[in-house]
């Protein structure tokens, strides 16, 4: 999956770690509905384009 114009989700997570945070982890909108919208009545979702990246020092 392609999280940026030129940059994967495993790339960004690597740029991350290699910034110096100890955890990076890329949170997919397939990952939110999951998490979050999964059972709502309405059928509200995250936008295809949504994409986090958590990280931790």
Do not use: C, K, N, W
């Amino acid at each position: 999956m392609s999280v940026a114009p030129d940059h994967t989700a495993a790339e960004l997570v690597a740029r991350a770690r290699a910034a110096g945070f100890a955890a990076a982890d890329h949170v997919s909108a397939a990952d939110l509905t999951a998490r979050y919208f999964t059972g709502r009545a309405d059928g509200l979702r995250p936008a295809e384009s949504e994409q986090i990246l958590v990280a931790l020092t």
